[in-house]
């Protein structure tokens, strides 16, 4: 039998694994995984029996392969969740599915609200040059914002940067207030100093003619005008969060013959010419290897090229010089809000709506907020009685915000909260948890404009296939990731034919509809 080493055991990696056992008898397939859980960045976390998501993972794919995938996992419910059924609220169930409130393996519909929080107001997410948008920001900001936007369409800017990117579709003004501060938070750069790339992906155009629609629509007096439906769309979560899902998933890999071991760092890939001889890898302070016949790896292309042998310079530097974002995220549990439910939502303990909130304000530094009980009232110990809230902090490995203690980033996001008006000074804080992730956010600036290079030269070595989000060092989603993976399995039955395909994932118009031979 041959053996396939799988490196890391994220969604990328558990569904390579996966794939390969249920597509071909012919490998022995071992997942090297350095932490000691599964899930990767979409992995739950458990304290005191409120579960924490890593920042807030949707589940939503254009690929309808990808989506089966998922509800072969976990069946949609058949039944309303605790919440639905006593607020009394509509949710689409699926016949003959799983009753939340009396199984595990159930994946729920939820319903996605997340608005933009500025200035103790909340805006559409993404922002939109609508009615709501102007009452919150008054007439004279509106005023200067109009005119920094006729501005902009009039002298427009060659798009060099991402700074140029947001003038051009928003104007100066709300540039300033809505993607300046945010960027840099994300980032820790300036937008001038970032590619426009970044916001091709992220950032939809503005239509003047929606915009006037819009407002004179809501300057119209019409009775039961319902406020939010713009906001409103449904996404797919794990009764228990996203870790769920990928364990459920590792369970099935390990019934079909599949291994997975935790703890193992992979630091070394012996190469000889194009082809991987074996692995080096630390588990508990020792150095051990691993032949492979075949090698996935979800591992940072960074540190995947760093651990190579004979790399030629050039390559090299690229590979060294990637940069990536982290990430802190801070759980506090407590029992009141400040802020108010202000929308027609109903929610338990009429809470706010959201599943996350985006915090534009520049003098925090708090780049989102989720609030759990909205994702699923079973990451809640107490869903009626407390809010569990996720905060989220971009920041850089080693930093000074890196280094905080828990108790202080606890300290540090009451203190923020209580600034932005989000939580009063008597509410208590009842837990806290700190988690940091390294590499969350694999970044497109510095050598970045390499990657071309090294992804060719990659390709070269005839039995690697890079897979996941920071295996390519792309912004890949959960299904992204995953269909990475298929398309590496894919390859490699194939006879190594058509790499180029696996990294063609979320570039190509096809990957966000429905590839012919996932379905
Ligand atoms: C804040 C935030 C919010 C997000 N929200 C969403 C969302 O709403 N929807 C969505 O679809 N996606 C979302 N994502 C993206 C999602 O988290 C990723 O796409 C997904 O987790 C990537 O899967 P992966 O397997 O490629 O990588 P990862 O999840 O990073 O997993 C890689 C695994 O490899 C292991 N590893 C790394 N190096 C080594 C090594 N040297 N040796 C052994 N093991 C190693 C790691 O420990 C990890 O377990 C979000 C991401 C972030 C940061």
Known sequence: MKRAVIIGA??????????????????????????????GISATVSCEGNRMDLGGHRFFSKNKAVMRWWEEILPLQ?????????LGRKVELLKGGPDPETEDRVFLKRQRVSRIYYNQRFFDYPVKMNWNTVKNLGFFTMLQAGCSYLKAVIFRRE?????????????????????????????????????????????????????????????????NRKVETSLIENFYYPKFGPGQMWEEAAKRFLELGGRITFGCKVTGICRKEGHIEKLIFEENGETKELTADVVFSSMPVKDLVGGMNNVPDKLKNIAKGLPYRDFVTVGILTDR???????????????????????????????????????????????????????????????????????????????????????????PILLSHCEKVKKAY???????????????????????????????????NMDHSMLTAMEAVDCLLLGGIGKERIWNVNTE????????DHK
């Open 509 to 516: 118009q096809e990957y966000h509809e429905e590839r012919q």
């Open 442 to 476: 694999p970044a497109y600036f510095d050598t970045y404009a390499g990657m071309p290079d090294l992804k060719k030269w990659l390709n070269g070595i005839d039995n690697l296939y890079c897979i996941g989000r920071n295996g390519q060092h792309r912004y890949n």
């Open 10 to 39: 994220g969604p990328a990696g558990i569904t390579a694994g996966l794939e390969l056992l249920k597509k071909s008898g012919e490998y022995e397939v071992i997942i090297l995984e350095e932490s000691r859980r599964i899930g």
């Open 159 to 223: 798009e060099k940067s991402l700074e140029d990117f947001y003038i051009n579709r928003f104007g100066k003004k709300i540039y300033s207030i809505f993607f300046e501060g945010y960027t840099e938070k994300l980032w820790g750069r300036h937008p001038r100093d970032i590619s426009p790339d970044w916001g091709a992906q992220r950032v939809k155009g503005l239509s003047v003619t929606a915009v006037i629609k819009d407002m004179l629509g809501k300057m119209l007096p019409v009775k």
């Open 78 to 86: 058949g039944k309303p969740a605790f919440d639905d059924k006593k």
């Open 337 to 427: 809000l400040k802020l108010r439910n202000e929308t027609n939502f109903k929610t338990l303990g009429d809470i706010v709506p959201d599943c996350w909130i985006y915090v534009q304000d520049r003098h925090v530094k708090m780049g989102r907020i989720q609030i759990f009980n909205n994702w699923s009232p079973y990451m809640v110990k107490n869903p009626e009685g407390t809010i569990w809230i996720g905060l989220e902090y971009f920041c850089a490995w080693g930093d000074a915000m890196w280094q905080m203690s828990p108790e202080r980033w606890a300290a540090f996001g009451r203190k923020e909260l209580i600034k932005m008006g989000i939580l009063s000074k008597d509410a």
